[in-house]
Nanobody
Framework: QVQLAESGGGLVQAGGSLRLSCAASGRTLAGYAMGWFRRRPENEREFVASVNWSGVRTIYADSVKGRFTIARDNAEEMVSLQMNSLKPEDTAVYYC????????????????????WGQGTQVTVSS
C-alpha cells in the first residue's frame, strides 16, 4: 500500500514562494493521477491541483490558477506543487493524495476519487 509524505511547508510573506513535495513509498505512483488539496482554518478541505498519470494534463482551482504549478516525476516517485505569488488566504494545511484506480487515471478535482492521503504540511502566509 502506498504511503505519501509531504514536505516543504513553512512561513512565508505575501508575494513569496514555496515548493511542496510529496514522496511516495510502498507502491509506485506511476499510472495513477495525483492531487493536492488544502484545508484552510475553519474551512472544509478544498481542491487545489491535480495531474494525470502521465503528467501531461493538469487542472487547477480557479483561486490558484496562474500562481501554482503541479508536476510529477514518476522516476523519482514524487509530485510537487510550486506556489508563487502567495496570498494570506493560501494559508492552510496542504495534503497530497493519490488515486488508486483506475490505472492510467486522469486528473480529478473530486476528493472522493483519491484513496490515499498524506498527513499534510502547514503553509502560513503572512500579510
Amino acid at each position: 500500500q502506498v504511503q505519501l509524505a509531504e514536505s516543504g511547508g513553512g512561513l512565508v510573506q505575501a508575494g513569496g514562494s514555496l515548493r511542496l513535495s510529496c514522496a511516495a513509498s510502498g507502491r509506485t505512483l506511476a499510472g495513477y493521477a495525483m492531487g493536492w488539496f488544502r484545508r484552510r482554518p475553519e474551512n472544509e478541505r478544498e481542491f487545489v491541483a491535480s495531474v494525470n498519470w502521465s503528467g501531461v494534463r493538469t487542472i487547477y482551482a480557479d483561486s490558484v490558477k496562474g500562481r501554482f504549478t503541479i508536476a510529477r516525476d514518476n522516476a523519482e516517485e514524487m509530485v510537487s506543487l510550486q506556489m508563487n505569488s502567495l496570498k494570506p488566504e493560501d494559508t492552510a494545511v496542504y495534503y497530497c493524495a493519490s488515486r488508486t484506480e483506475p490505472l492510467f487515471s486522469g486528473a480529478s478535482s473530486a476528493a472522493i476519487s483519491y484513496k490515499t492521503w498524506g498527513q499534510g504540511t502547514q503553509v502560513t502566509v503572512s500579510s
